[in-house]
């Protein structure tokens, strides 16, 4: 029996950024935003939203800018209860989310990076991301990888987990720098805090981090970061050879 109680509910919403220009994938996206390149002859952005549909998400925002028109008639056409949020200017990954979704209470979303694709474990991310939420004190909670999980990405990573799953920007016990795979759950009142139109999530989580309300989950499995041209390529080899 678990005896922990729970004054939170799991997100039935999800926000996916869709808005950059994608430059890192030129000359691909010249003429295409990011989102609708094509990997393995769907595009990027199907992935996602078909593993959200498939798990029964009830309102999925995307924000749209860069050539915005291409990605609202495809959206239009295949996906028509999508919910656009279209940005006149770029407002950023926090700023956009706030300029998208209603914040005047708490209400908790995923939110997905367009270019972070999974290798059908979605379903499972998910779920232990939003039970982490529920059950945390938390109001926002972060999926982090190894970096040797993360194909095609090549920094140094991006955070660290204390003994408790806080997220935490110093290394307090000589452990590894895990990489933000670029999904989220994110109580949206939090946006309130940042009068700025134009900001950061990296506003809003390192606010959460001085205050101990921002989790981790750590993601066993290799994921494809495909913000580039040699991971896109190597993530469409993949889907190839594993029909």
Excluded at 35 to 41: K, Q, R, S
Excluded at 168 to 189: A, C, D, P, Q, Y
Aim: aromatic share 10%; hydrophobic share 35%.
């Amino acid at each position: 029996m678990n005896n922990k109680k729970s004054i939170k509910e799991k997100p039935n919403d999800a926000f996916i950024l869709a808005a950059g220009y994608g430059k890192r994938l030129l000359p691909l996206t010249e003429k295409c935003p990011k989102p609708l390149i094509e990997i393995a002859g769907n595009p990027m952005i199907s992935y996602i939203i078909d593993a959200l549909q498939l798990i029964n998400i009830e309102n999925i925002y995307i924000n749209t800018f860069y050539l915005s028109d291409q990605l609202e008639k495809y959206l239009e056409e295949n996906y028509p209860n999508i919910i656009i949020s279209k940005e006149t200017e770029l407002l950023d990954t926090g700023g956009g989310l706030k300029y998208g979704v209603p914040t005047d209470y708490d209400r908790s979303i995923y939110i997905i990076n367009s270019d972070t694709m999974l290798l059908n474990d979605y379903e499972d991310l998910l779920y232990r991301l939003s039970e982490k939420y529920i059950y945390d004190d938390a109001d926002a909670v972060l999926a982090l990888s190894k970096k040797e999980k993360a194909i095609g990405y090549n920094g140094n990573g991006d955070f660290f987990l204390d003994k408790d799953k806080n997220i935490s920007k110093e290394n307090h016990s000589n452990i590894e720098k895990f990489v933000f795979m670029g999904i989220s759950i994110l109580n949206t009142r939090t946006l309130n805090k940042v009068n700025n139109k134009i900001f950061s999530l990296n506003m809003i989580w390192n606010n959460l981090i001085l205050k101990r309300k921002c989790s981790g989950i750590l993601h066993d499995s290799n994921w494809y970061h495909t913000g580039d041209l040699i991971s896109l390529n190597n993530f469409e080899k993949y889907l190839i050879e594993n029909k």
